[in-house]
């Protein structure tokens, strides 16, 4: 297992690594922000925003040429099936996404991260910049990266209201996310009590991140660790990190931050409702009882339709066929086939029982 943090320059030390060797990038790099003098708030005070000594580039040349060198580094560290997040606003994800589709980089996504709780433009003199913006890339377009794409649909809370959810109303996870910028208690504060970093990310989008695009165990690498939130949310759904970070006080911090994380084992860790259900055949579920040569399969409100072979295909009006392909026929639809788990269903007691209902309760006595 492996869970180390990298104090050091994140493109030597990247060099060092395997080719191949892991499964997930998250890249924070530096923005370039470009910021000068002191950003004042409307009451007069200080806002204290990222004008840090490891944000300052030259030129765009300078910028270009550093984000090249270290996208090539990632570029031959990720396993040929891998995938990389990469996150940055206006200033710099430009430059980024231009790089990486130089670089052989195919996009899977854009992700908005709609800031619940932007800062505000003090002076009033453009729009409120309340937005950066996720790329998600692979090798290649072939690549067969890892969506746990129903883990997606239990981490939505963009577009489903708790109150739904509650009820069990899922859907797709989408490429806008709301989620606050870090602040309260998640917030790393030095032991003088001031902020430690100016750009810690919040804990729930690398949790999504990391739930949606990776496996227990996979290796998740960091080049521009800072506070090490890749890391603590890695440790905390069961995956392997490197963290790569230059300065020491944020290494020592993360490092403790660290400490203090245990994995959670969860369904979302395990992205067990992504779990491909067990293979089962009539065959197997006749031999076992649940379902008996002969009987009737019915429609949801009709009479019985067909009768089961000992085969698992279905006798209608004497001609035997496929459950799926039945299904169509008796329906009078122009497909070949039907899904005959969604049409057909069976008597137990009396009622009508769907035969999906059955085979999970087949699926279930082999547990
Ligand atoms: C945007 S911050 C990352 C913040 C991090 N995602 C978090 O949640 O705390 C970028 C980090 O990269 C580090 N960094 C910048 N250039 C670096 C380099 N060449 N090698 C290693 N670390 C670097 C900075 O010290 C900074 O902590």
């Known amino acids: 297992m492996q869970q180390r943090i990298i104090c050091g320059d994140t493109i030597a030390e990247m060099k060092k690594l395997p080719s191949g060797s892991i499964d997930l990038i998250f890249a924070d790099p530096p923005y370039w922000m470009r910021t000068e003098g002191v950003l004042t708030r409307v009451e007069g005070t200080d806002f204290d925003g990222c004008n840090d000594d490891w944000d300052q580039f030259q030129s765009l040349e300078d910028y270009d040429k550093f984000t090249e060198d270290w996208l090539t580094e990632c570029y031959r560290l990720l396993k040929p099936n891998g995938s990389i997040w990469v996150i940055g606003g206006m200033q710099c994800v430009y430059s980024i996404g231009a790089i990486m589709q ?6 899977i996504n854009d992700v908005i991260w709609h800031k619940k709780n932007p800062t505000p433009n003090f002076m009033g003199t453009r729009l409120n910049n309340s937005h950066e913006t996720l790329l998600w890339a692979t090798k290649s377009k072939k690549a067969k990266y890892t969506f746990n794409y129903k883990t997606g649909k239990e981490l939505n809370n963009d577009t489903v209201t708790e109150e739904a959810f509650a009820k069990g109303e899922r859907k797709q996870l989408g490429s806008v996310w709301r989620i606050a910028v870090c602040q309260g208690t998640e917030r790393l504060k030095t032991d003088n009590g001031n902020k430690l970093h100016s750009t810690q990310k919040p804990e729930e989008i690398l949790y999504r991140v990391i739930a949606i695009s990776s496996k227990m165990g996979d290796v998740v690498l960091d080049p521009f660790g800072g506070t090490m939130t890749t890391a603590a949310m890695a440790k905390k759904l069961g995956r392997q990190y490197i963290m790569i970070e230059r300065d020491e006080t944020y290494c020592e911090y993360g490092q403790k931050r660290l400490d ?4 959670e084992d969860t369904p979302i860790a395990r992205a067990a409702y992504d779990e491909k259900p067990l293979k089962v055949s009539m065959e197997q579920m006749i031999a076992a009882g649940y379902f008996t040569e002969g009987e009737w399969f019915y ?25 799926h392909s039945c299904a169509a026929i008796a329906r009078g639809v122009k497909a070949n ?3 005959g788990f969604d049409y057909w269903y069976v008597k137990r007691d009396g009622k009508l029982v769907s035969i999906s209902e059955v085979r999970d309760n087949y699926r279930q006595s082999l547990k």
């Open 102 to 107: 130089k670089l052989g980089f195919w996009f």
């Open 260 to 263: 203090a994380i245990e994995f």
């Open 299 to 323: 429609f949801k409100a009709g009479d019985g339709v067909a009768q089961l072979c000992a085969d698992g295909k279905l006798n209608y009006n004497g001609e035997i066929i496929d459950m």
């Open 337 to 339: 086939r039907l899904n």
